[in-house]
């Protein structure tokens, strides 16, 4: 079994930046793709960002230029950096990680609430 702990998370000003943290432990043989997802109230869960197991990464159109993925392998953990934020960033943020190259294993984390408002 993997375990996530996610971490960051909280409320801040419109403008103001976050930083969020997803830490995985257990019996890990191999993390691929590691991703940040969000689900706004009333919304369906999207996808923030993506980073490859080679450091690739990719981000939605609505977070380009404001938000950056990184991981640390050795540490197996992966943190969001979340900058410029605005009120439409509010939402519950959950990383996911891909234990194998076509991502049909996953972990989900448990969840942590990112509030943006002044």
């Known amino acids: 079994q993997v375990q996530l702990v996610e971490s960051g998370g909280g409320l801040v000003q419109p403008g103001g930046s976050l930083r969020l943290s997803c830490a995985a432990s257990?019996?890990?043989?191999?993390?691929?793709?590691m991703n940040w997802y969000r689900q706004a109230p009333g919304k369906e869960r999207e996808l923030v960002a993506s980073?490859?197991?080679?450091?690739?990464?990719d981000y939605s159109s609505f977070v380009k230029g404001r938000f950056t993925i990184s991981r640390d392998n050795a540490k197996t953990t992966v943190a969001l950096q979340m900058n410029s934020l605005n009120p439409e960033d509010t939402a519950v943020y959950y990383c996911k990680l891909c234990m194998n190259p076509s991502c049909d294993i996953v972990y989900w984390g448990q969840g942590i609430q990112v509030t943006v408002s002044s």
């Open positions: 257990g019996n890990i043989f191999r993390i691929d793709r």
């Open positions: 980073i490859s197991g080679g450091g690739i990464t």
